[in-house]
């Protein structure tokens, strides 16, 4: 007795579990059959320009945290001079730190950020390797009984994660979450013990929603 076992085309079509998806674009649910469009090339060019010029350079965002200095190897008149623009240097670390705040990237801080109902827009690169580490993002966005719809933005090509991730100065990025902005109680709890005052930091809140 011969048992069927439906093509790569048809699983890829209408896949019946999880591991027959062949991409991310349609995926199995408890709910029905998942279908994400995919945006096009110029629509992917376009926001990962944006992303680049209107976030990642004014918000001079680093992802990994370099040891600037050697304070017993470096002369005394330099110390002075790092000294004098420590203003600076907090409104520039200020920054930084509001936009990390907002942006989570990878599978752990992105599901985190869904689960607690904190994600304001969703990007996921349709190329993600394993995708079904990647299902439920689309299922926890989609799901029927949600209380909103967070919008998702699913990236074309065969190295979308690999310009996502050179776009935020990384080497590979298969998800980024974007965070709702705090409440105005958690945002004064958190100006309260920062140097930068309330004004700018409205003012960078603005630009990520902007």
Not at 20 to 34: R, T, V
Not at 114 to 125: F, G, P, R, S
Not at 173 to 200: I, Y
Request: proline letters at 5%.
């Amino acid at each position: 007795m011969s048992v069927y076992r439906p093509t790569k085309r048809q699983r890829h079509e209408a896949p019946i579990s999880p591991f027959d998806a062949q991409s991310l674009n349609i995926i199995a649910s408890a709910f029905g059959i998942l279908k994400t469009p995919v945006v096009s090339s110029t629509e992917k060019e376009i926001i990962l320009n944006r992303l680049k010029k209107e976030i990642v350079t004014p918000f001079e965002l680093t992802l990994s945290v370099p040891r600037l200095y050697n304070r017993n190897a470096v002369p005394a008149s330099t110390l002075n001079q790092i000294k004098t623009s420590k203003k600076v240097l907090k409104v520039t670390k200020s920054k930084t730190q509001t936009l990390k705040s907002r942006l989570h990237i990878g599978v752990n801080q992105g599901t985190r950020a869904l689960e607690t109902k904190e994600a304001q827009l969703v990007i996921l690169c349709n190329d993600a390797q394993e995708c079904t580490i990647y299902q439920h993002v689309i299922r926890h966005v989609k799901h029927p009984k949600a209380d909103e719809q967070v919008p998702l933005v699913l990236l074309p090509g065969s190295r979308a994660a690999f310009e996502l991730g050179e776009t935020l100065g990384i080497n590979r990025a298969s998800l980024v979450v974007f965070a709702k902005r705090p409440n105005d109680k958690l945002q004064e709890n958190r100006s309260s013990t920062s140097d930068v005052d309330d004004g700018k930091i409205k003012m960078y809140h603005d630009k990520i929603d902007s």
